[in-house]
Nanobody, 116 residues
Framework: VQLQASGGGLVQAGGSLRLSCAAS????????IAWYRQAPGKQRELIAS???????SYAGSVKGRFTISRDNAKNTMYLQMNSLKPDDTAVYYC???????????WGKGTQVTVSS
């Protein structure tokens, strides 16, 4: 299974970006999907997820600004990020897995930099 993340870049505070993560070798609808981020000097943190049943959840720091979604036809997951803040600067990773099967896969990460 391979996850290819894209869409990162440099944006001014208040701007928007949409991250994409295309999957190959498995079907995203068969498990959970999630986005994590890791800022310099900090631990990787879970910021958004969707279970196989479609239930979504968000970290408090991004709730109301970020939206996670999945396009089953394209086998791609997305993270729409609005009202970006400098604190959102981090490397963003997509994650996919199936708890029942005990599988978990990671994309390589894409850099998001928000300037003030």
């Amino acid at each position: 299974v391979q996850l290819q993340a894209s869409g990162g870049g440099l944006v001014q505070a208040g701007g928007s970006l949409r991250l994409s993560c295309a999957a190959s070798g498995s079907t995203l609808s068969n498990g959970y999907i999630a986005w994590y981020r890791q800022a310099p000097g900090k631990q990787r943190e879970l910021i958004a997820s969707i279970t196989s049943d479609g239930a979504s959840s968000y970290a408090g720091s991004v709730k109301g600004r970020f939206t996670i979604s999945r396009d089953n036809a394209k086998n791609t997951m997305y993270l729409q990020m609005n009202s970006l803040k400098p604190d959102d600067t981090a490397v963003y990773y997509c994650n996919f897995g199936n708890w029942s099967l005990g599988t978990e896969y990671w994309g390589k990460g894409t850099q998001v930099t928000v300037s003030s």
